[in-house]
């Protein structure tokens, strides 16, 4: 038994205490605020206050942050211990508030604050503490933990924790299933027109193979993503975008196509799949709900996970429409920008509402790499994203932290733009996940 004497108990601090218990032991971390209770126990003792009074305790000297109720700009100045950033500097047997830090972390308590959006009106990763500080590119909290089971163990040297065990999860974004196919003739016709004023000539003899039948529709790799999975052991998660009307940033195939219905029946019967929310209904509320309804409808089984179409997360409005729409795990906690751990973290946690002031349902998976953010957005040729995935891999790896990774059909496709691409995936999926395959079915 692990016990925890705190001057008084917050939901703040209940919640990263469970999130610490999950991450240490097999049991959860017990609180008191009896100081009689805690000085007699005869337990791992961890004292949360603001001085030590036993001797037989591990101290941390608590800092104000989770005792508070209000969301209000926070004093963070960074230093360095044991080659690791950290923030709240404090005294005792560790010397920082580590509760305190990671509870800010995983909170996204910076985007509750004024911030600087980007060109999508979200919050932009450079406005972050883990971007400016540098350590976007790291698991800290994961990290953090590691170390501070190094000097609990000092205090404590018979002191057993949690097996952690390397988790590797591929997902999949279906933002456009076809490039060609099933798009109507005024769709095609409309593609035919813009390949030929752009002298496009490739694509327009591409587009009118495909429509014949003699050549696959380039963002058809399906049954190639099929052999990889059966090859490696593995089951995907897959995130299908099924906006009921086509705007800029929503392209999806109609949902009126019975192709595109029996590609979703298809992996639903197979694998584990998801809610892609349109960025229409982001504005609006109720196109959540339809899409979420269609969905339901079309695979006959509830919809539990998600994924924001081009990461548009906001807080606390996006979670909690989840939520009341019956969504129970999230896959959006990273950048749609940047790769890297938006919440510093590698290991699924639940979402504290900050605003309320209180733990959630909603278990966040969050992600650290995105091919997307690669070839959009940072313009890497396939070797260079294929340098930065192995680094977190490896990375995530050392922690025993769950590795995340967010693909898409075009870019694994047969375009000329997206040459290479597919080789380095398929190197990715059989030299490396092949040995860490990992499907979560909880």
């Known amino acids: 038994m692990v016990l925890l004497y705190t001057h008084s108990i917050s939901r703040r601090l209940e919640y990263i205490i469970g999130f610490f218990s999950r991450e240490l032991f097999d049991e959860h971390i017990s609180i008191t605020a009896d100081q009689s209770y805690f000085k007699n126990a005869s337990c791992v003792k961890i004292n949360y206050s603001a001085s030590s009074f036993t001797g037989n305790e591990f101290f941390i000297s608590a800092s104000e942050l989770l005792f508070e109720e209000v969301i209000s700009p926070q004093k ?11 923030f709240f500097k404090s005294g005792g047997d560790y010397p920082f508030d580590i509760f305190a830090a990671s509870f800010y972390l995983l909170s996204r308590y910076e985007e509750y604050l004024p911030f600087e959006e980007d060109e999508y009106g979200r919050f932009a990763h450079f406005s ?36 952690r065990s390397f988790k590797c999860i591929v997902s999949y974004d ?22 030929f004023v752009k002298g496009e000539w490739q694509l327009l003899k591409q587009r009118w193979s495909v429509l014949k039948g003699d050549e ?13 999975h059966l090859y490696c052991r593995l089951k995907p998660y897959y995130f299908f975008l099924v906006a009921g009307r086509q705007s800029f940033y929503d392209r ?15 992996y639903a019967a197979n694998y584990q799949v998801g809610i892609h929310p349109s960025w229409r209904s982001n504005d609006l509320k109720h196109l959540l709900k339809e899409e979420i309804e269609w969905l339901e409808v079309v695979i006959d089984k509830r919809i539990e ?14 979670y909690r429409r989840l939520l009341e729409a019956g969504i129970r795990k999230d896959f959006s906690m990273g950048y749609g920008s940047v790769n890297g751990f938006r919440a510093s973290s590698s290991s699924p946690f639940l979402w504290f509402d900050l605003k309320e002031n209180r733990e959630t349902a909603l278990m966040i998976y969050p992600f650290c790499f995105m091919d997307a953010n690669c070839f959009y957005e940072l313009k890497h040729s396939p070797q260079q994203a294929y340098q930065e995935l ?10 025993k932290g769950t590795m995340i990774s967010i693909w898409h059909n075009n870019i694994l496709g047969t375009l000329p733009d997206m040459k290479g691409w597919r080789e380095m995936f398929e190197l990715f999926m059989k030299e490396t996940v092949y040995w860490d395959a990992y499907y979560d079915e909880a």
């Open 305 to 318: 996970y998600s994924r924001q179409h081009y990461i548009r997360l906001s807080f606390p409005l996006t």
């Open 174 to 195: 279906i933002d456009i299933a076809y490039a060609y196919q099933h798009k109507g003739w005024k769709g095609n016709l409309a593609g035919f027109t813009r390949s």
């Open 216 to 228: 696959r529709d380039p963002y058809d790799c399906y049954e190639w993503l099929d052999a990889l």
């Open 76 to 86: 963070v100045h960074c230093f360095e211990i044991n080659n690791l950033k950290a």
């Open 128 to 163: 972050s503490l883990a971007y400016k500080e540098d350590f976007l590119h790291l698991p800290m909290i994961d990290l953090w933990v590691e170390d501070f089971k190094k000097s609990l163990l000092i205090k404590f040297p018979t002191l057993q924790f949690k097996r």
């Open 390 to 399: 192995i680094e977190y891999y490896e990375r995530i790896k050392t922690v």
């Open 252 to 266: 999806n195939v109609s949902t009126n196509k019975k192709a595109y219905r029996e590609l979703i029946e298809y």
